[in-house]
């Protein structure tokens, strides 16, 4: 597997990855701002072979890095790759300087929230309604850096 920074030539499997995953999704034009525009935000892809099979996008502010998405292939999840995204951007974050890395994931998302709680997240505010597409909460989640991984 290679982690390595997304570029303009991924968008189409990141955008469409990112349809098939989320019912509240982002947009081509939101990842090419997020690429071209926002000194902030900071994205990678995972290969296979060759082939995207996920992403994740980070923005590292002063001591903070937030989780803006990630996504696995539905055909590779499970497979231990999100957890090796994550810690590849919290290890990016702590070379940054980043004290805390926070994240938000929806009330229903078991499968994220035990990932997330397994690299040492917790659960630190409900932010209502938080969802467009079906106004679902979302828990705020973070991790202090400094703490082991």
Not at 96 to 119: D, G, P, W
């Amino acid at each position: 597997m290679l982690i390595r920074r997304m570029d303009i030539n991924d968008l189409e499997r990141v955008v469409s990855l990112e349809q098939q995953l989320f019912s509240s999704s982002w947009s081509y034009a939101d990842f090419l701002y997020e690429l071209l525009e926002n000194d902030f935000s900071f994205n990678y892809v995972i290969e296979k072979d060759g082939f995207i099979v996920g992403y994740i996008g980070v923005w590292f502010m002063y001591e903070q890095a937030q989780i803006t998405t990630i996504g696995v292939d539905p055909c590779y999840q499970r497979q231990g790759l999100g957890k090796e995204m994550m810690e590849t951007v919290m290890e990016i974050a702590q070379r940054n300087q980043c004290e805390t890395m926070s994240l938000e994931v929806r009330v229903s998302n078991f499968k994220a929230i035990s990932l997330y709680e397994s690299l040492g997240f917790h659960k630190e505010a409900i932010r209502k309604n938080y969802y467009q597409d079906n106004q679902e909460d979302a828990y705020l989640m973070i991790k202090r850096l400094e703490e082991s991984m």
